[in-house]
């Protein structure tokens, strides 16, 4: 007994060292990719409806493997906030993908440039003045900016978010509210927020074809964000039917994988060319 017990302690031991020694390494090669500018931004397309035109595109940070692939972004994301390099690794996506904006925008029909950002992002210091300042000294207008921040923290920290989003919308910058209609979403204080869009998560857009409480609910949310002046982007989209359903609920944008997934600069140009 007393053997078996010591091995699942040896075990148990061996397991957290690798967790341990690949956080470890996932952080050293977070660092050292932003240090020598390697650290990958992806685009995914974001179609209007209307036109059937891609006009804005998301960014996504993409930490290379060292195997050919790439760490979830996810877990790199979890792991800079842990780490105290968030705001680093933020202000690097940020510039890369106004830059790209600048240099590719108007030529690829881009009207605006989706960029994500952390909770440390818009509560630590002087950020809307920081953020602004990032986004001029690429030479991109504001207004060719949205900033995608998750619902819950916004609703976590309403008052100091509020503000320093006020300051960003002032100067053209959109706001959309990520990961939109789960958990506890409320359709009662939309009119409150300082938001442009609405991005309704992807666990909701898979459900609207088997749940017709959550359909309904799809229909909700596109008909409070019209009446609110939002518009609205269905996320996750991965079927031909689920893309009818959200063209038929009134949503203006749609991103998903049925249209295309996220990809590396020169595939995403291809790709919109095309
Ligand atoms: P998110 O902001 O909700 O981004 C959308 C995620 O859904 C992306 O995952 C995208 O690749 C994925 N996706 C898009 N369409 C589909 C689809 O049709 N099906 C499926 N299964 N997935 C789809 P990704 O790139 O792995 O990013 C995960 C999360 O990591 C993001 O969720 C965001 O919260 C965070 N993230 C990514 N890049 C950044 C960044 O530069 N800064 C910050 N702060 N967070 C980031
Ligand atoms: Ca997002
Ligand atoms: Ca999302
Ligand atoms: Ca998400």
Redesign the pocket.
């Known amino acids: 007994f007393a053997k078996e017990s010591d091995r699942t302690v040896a075990i148990y031991n061996g397991q957290l060292d690798e967790m341990i020694r690949t956080e470890g390494d996932i952080l050293r090669r977070l660092k050292d990719s932003i240090r020598q500018k390697s650290l990958e ?2 685009y ?1 397309p974001i179609m209007l409806l209307e036109d059937g035109r891609y006009t804005a595109a ?4 993409r930490l290379p493997n060292g195997k050919g692939g790439h760490f ?3 877990q790199v ?1 979890s792991l800079a906030e842990r780490n105290g390099i ?1 705001e680093e ?2 202000d690097y ?1 940020l510039s890369q993908a106004c830059a790209f904006m600048k240099a590719h925008g108007e030529r690829l029909g881009l009207k605006r440039i989706g ?4 909770v440390q ?1 818009l509560l630590v210091g002087a950020s809307a003045d920081h953020l602004l300042e990032l986004i001029r000294s690429s030479g991109l207008d504001p207004r060719r900016v949205t900033l ?1 921040i ?1 619902e819950s923290i916004l609703i976590q920290s309403i008052d100091r978010a509020a503000e320093v989003l006020e300051k960003l919308r002032q100067a053209g910058v959109h706001i959309a509210l ?2 939109f209609g789960v958990g506890y979403s409320s359709l009662n204080y939309l009119s409150n927020l300082p938001v442009d869009i609405l ?1 309704i ?2 666990s909701l857009t898979q459900q609207i074809l088997t749940s017709p409480k959550q359909y309904a609910l799809l229909h909700s949310i596109v008909e409070m964000a019209a009446i609110n002046g939002l518009l609205v982007v269905a ?4 079927t031909q039917a689920e893309q009818e359903a959200i063209a038929a609920s009134g949503a203006q944008y749609i ?4 249209y295309a ?2 990809m590396p600069e020169a595939e995403f140009d291809r790709f919109i060319k095309e």
């Open positions: 931004v992806w995914q998301e960014a996504l940070v979830s972004a996810g994301i968030v690794l933020g996506v960029i994500n950002l952390s992002q995608e998750t990520d990961d991005k998560d992807r996320e996750g989209v991965e991103q998903g994988y049925y997934r996220p």
